[in-house]
C-alpha cells in the first residue's frame, strides 16, 4: 500500500470498511453507513452513522417505473412518507409526496424502498 491517501486509496478503503463492518450490522441488527469521506496525504475523516434495521436491497433505476410508489430511506425524511415517481432522469429519480403534492425531492436510486 502507498504511503500517502490518493482518490483510488480512499475508494479502497470505503470498500474495505463497508466489508468489515459487515459483521457488525450483523451482530447488531444495524445499518452501518460512512458518509462523506474528506482526506489529505495523511489522514482520512468521516462521519459513521449506525441505523437500526437491515441494510435492504440496493436497487437502480432499472428496477422502478413512473407512477410507482416507494419511500425514502434517508436520515431527514419520515420512515412512513409515500412517494410517487415522477420521471426518472439519468441518474436519479424525481418523486412526490403522495400527501403533500408540493413536496417534491430529486433523489438516488438506492436511497428508494419498494412497497
Known amino acids: 500500500m502507498e504511503n500517502k491517501f490518493t482518490?483510488?486509496?480512499?475508494?479502497?478503503f470505503r470498500k474495505d470498511f463497508q466489508d468489515t463492518?459487515?459483521?457488525?450490522?450483523?451482530?447488531?441488527?444495524?445499518?452501518?453507513?460512512?458518509?462523506?469521506?474528506?482526506?489529505?496525504?495523511?489522514?482520512?475523516?468521516?462521519k459513521i452513522t449506525a441505523l437500526k434495521g437491515d441494510r435492504g436491497e440496493v436497487l437502480t433505476k432499472e428496477d422502478f417505473k413512473i407512477g410507482e410508489n416507494v419511500k425514502i430511506s434517508h436520515k431527514k425524511i419520515l420512515p412512513d412518507l409515500i412517494f410517487e415517481i415522477q420521471k426518472i432522469n439519468q441518474k436519479?429519480?424525481?418523486?412526490?409526496?403522495?400527501?403533500?403534492?408540493?413536496?417534491v425531492f430529486t433523489v438516488s436510486p438506492s436511497l428508494l424502498r419498494k412497497i
Open 7 to 12: 482518490h483510488s486509496t480512499v475508494q479502497q
Open 21 to 46: 463492518v459487515a459483521e457488525l450490522e450483523k451482530k447488531y441488527g444495524v445499518t452501518i453507513n460512512l458518509g462523506r469521506i474528506t482526506y489529505d496525504s495523511t489522514s482520512v475523516r468521516g
Open 92 to 103: 436519479n429519480i424525481k418523486v412526490v409526496n403522495v400527501y403533500n403534492r408540493r413536496e
